[in-house]
C-alpha cells in the first residue's frame, strides 16, 4: 500500500472517530456538548490486547471529572450508534502544547466591518475589565469573560460611532463620547 494511500486511510479514520466522538458527546450533553467538545484536545481508538482502548484528552481536569461521570454512557452510545465495542476508556489532561489543540472548538465568527480592537480602547477600560474578571475563580472562564466584556466594549464604540455618523449626516453634531 501506498503512503498517499495509508495516509489518507489514517485521515479518514481520524475523521469517523472524531464524527462518532461529536454525536454521542451532543446526545449525551445537549446543550453542553459545545463546552465539552471545546475543551476535547484529542480522541483516539485503538486496537489493544485483542479489544478496543479509547484514549480522550481534554485541557482541564473539570473536563475529565464530567466524561469520567458519564463514561459508560459514552461506551454504550458508541457501541449502539456506531459499533464501536471499547472496552476500555481512558481519560487524560492534556500537558504542554497539546492543551491549545481544539480541533472540535467552533471557529470564533469574524464581524465585518470592525474599525477598533483592543488597542483602541484605554488603559483604564482594559483594566476595568481585568478588575471585575479578576473575581471569577476558573481561569478558562475569567478569560472568556474578559474577552466577552472587551468584545462588548468594542462593539459599543462601533454602534456609538455609526449612530453619530448617522446623526452627522443628517446635520446633528454631538461630541464624542471615548471609552
Same mark, same amino acid.
Given at each position: 500500500m501506498g &503512503?498517499? &494511500?495509508? $495516509? =489518507?486511510?489514517?485521515? $479518514? &479514520?481520524?475523521m469517523e472517530v472524531h464524527a462518532h466522538y461529536r454525536a454521542v458527546i451532543e446526545q449525551v450533553? =445537549?446543550?453542553? =456538548?459545545?463546552m465539552?467538545?471545546?475543551?476535547?484536545? =484529542?480522541v483516539f481508538i485503538m486496537n489493544e490486547d485483542g479489544g478496543r482502548r479509547m484514549v480522550v484528552y481534554v485541557d482541564e481536569a473539570l473536563f475529565k471529572a464530567e466524561l469520567n $461521570?458519564? &463514561?459508560e454512557m459514552i461506551k454504550c452510545l458508541l457501541n449502539e450508534r456506531f459499533s464501536e465495542c471499547v472496552e476500555r476508556f481512558d481519560l487524560m489532561v492534556s500537558r504542554g502544547e497539546h492543551r491549545h489543540r481544539h480541533p472540535f472548538a467552533l471557529p470564533e465568527p469574524v464581524e465585518q466591518g470592525l474599525r477598533y480592537g483592543v488597542g483602541d480602547l484605554s488603559r483604564a477600560a482594559r483594566d476595568n475589565a481585568a478588575a471585575v474578571a479578576s473575581a471569577v475563580q %476558573?481561569?478558562?472562564?475569567?478569560? $472568556?469573560? %474578559?474577552k466577552a466584556m472587551i468584545s462588548d466594549i468594542l462593539r459599543k464604540m462601533e454602534e456609538n460611532d455609526t449612530e453619530?455618523? #448617522?446623526r452627522a449626516s443628517e446635520?446633528?453634531?454631538?461630541? #464624542?463620547?471615548t471609552i
Open positions: &503512503r498517499n &494511500r495509508k $495516509a =489518507a486511510l489514517i485521515n $479518514a &479514520r481520524i450533553y =445537549a446543550d453542553a =456538548a459545545p465539552i467538545l471545546e475543551h476535547t484536545n =484529542a $461521570a458519564q &463514561r %476558573s481561569d478558562t472562564v475569567r478569560e $472568556a469573560f %474578559s453619530a455618523s #448617522k446635520g446633528i453634531l454631538e461630541p #464624542k463620547n
